[in-house]
């Protein structure tokens, strides 16, 4: 046990404990400490960021899904006929002027934007009077089922069961 009290033998004990370390081996072992104390507390500050914007996501979701499920509501309280309403009004509330022609196209006052009806997809369309439309190529080859008629339903004159009208 004397070993112990020299320098050697503490030395010695050091190193057999695996205890004993170079000055370039404890420099480095400081180093690396230092830095994995900094990424780690870069990292919980990271976290504390990220747990606020995931509760900000969260209540941003939540509200969402709240705005939709409210509109869904409104959509399956409202009547087809005022929604349209609310959507001519919408443009009214817009200040866009417009007009109802009499085959049921709907025109802003230049003509140059109208809604129609499109006998290939059974629907009404926004139509703008720049875009160049199908070629006759293209029309021809477009396959054609039941076509709606030239004017929408809807907007014919109603006629009574043998024909007549009111």
Request: charged content about 30%; cysteine-free.
């Amino acid at each position: 046990m004397q070993t112990h009290r020299t320098p050697a033998g503490i030395a010695a004990a050091l190193d057999a404990a695996g205890m004993l370390q170079s000055p370039e081996a404890a420099r480095e072992l400081d180093g690396m400490t230092r830095r994995m104390m900094r990424a780690e507390q870069r990292r919980a500050e990271l976290e504390a960021v990220l747990d606020t914007h995931r509760d900000d996501d969260a209540a941003e979701i939540k509200r969402l899904r709240a705005r939709v499920a409210e509109l869904e509501q409104q959509s399956a309280d409202t009547s087809p006929w005022q929604r349209a309403v609310d959507g001519l009004n919408a443009l009214v509330d817009a200040r866009i002027g417009f007009h109802i022609e009499p085959d049921g196209h709907i025109s802003n006052p230049s003509g140059d934007e109208h809604i129609e009806w499109d006998r290939a997809v059974e629907r009404f369309v926004l139509v703008h009077d720049d875009d160049p439309g199908p070629t006759p190529a293209e029309s021809a080859a477009r396959p054609r089922g039941v076509l709606a008629p030239a004017v929408p339903p809807m907007a014919r004159p109603w006629r009574g069961p043998r024909g007549e009208r009111p």
